[in-house]
């Protein structure tokens, strides 16, 4: 509850919004996205998929030109 008495979630309903979910390439990322697949054919919508790869070192790619 926020000081006006409603609570901060109250009227959030989003059943339609896109699924957005980022994968790394692990176990648990792979497991996240067969959740936001269900979740995105459930509401019938729009999955987005987020792809991320570590940063490298510097050390490890040298000098660029």
């Given amino acids: 509850m926020t000081d006006t008495g409603i609570s901060p979630h109250e009227g959030l309903h989003m059943p339609h919004g896109e699924v957005v979910v980022g994968v ?3 176990d ?3 497991r996240a996205l067969d959740r936001a697949a269900d979740e995105a054919h459930r509401r019938d919508t729009v999955l987005r998929i987020v792809f991320a ?3 490298p070192d510097p050390g490890e790619v040298g000098s660029i030109g």
């Fill in 24 to 26: 790394d390439g692990s």
């Fill in 53 to 55: 790869l570590p940063w």
């Fill in 28 to 30: 648990p990322a792979v």
